[in-house]
């Protein structure tokens, strides 16, 4: 299994969400299609397609927030992106 897809299922399955690198997870997200916008510290990621955005910042120790990685998994659900592009 590649690391994307190893980052993927942690992330589909909610059990370290705490323990989800902000990088890594910003580079999951543009695997996955979304396009990057940065403004501060805001990551904002669109994708042709999706009604939602998703805007994420990391916390100090460079890991992201864990309520913004449920946020992630959801809409990853919700709209099937559930294998790496």
């Not at 942690?10 to 323990?19: P, Y």
């Not at 955005?53 to 309520?67: E, F, H, S, T």
Request: charged letters at 25%.
């Amino acid at each position: 299994m590649a690391q994307w897809d190893k980052l993927l299922a942690r992330v589909l399955r909610g059990q370290s969400d705490a323990n989800i690198a902000f990088d890594d997870l910003c580079s999951l997200l543009e695997r996955q299609g979304f396009d990057e916008a940065i403004i501060g510290d805001h990551h904002i990621f669109r994708k042709t397609g999706l009604a939602e955005i998703v805007n994420i910042q990391p916390l100090r120790d460079g890991k992201a927030k864990p309520y913004q990685v449920r946020q992630v998994r959801q809409l990853l659900r919700k709209y099937g992106l559930t294998q790496i592009s």
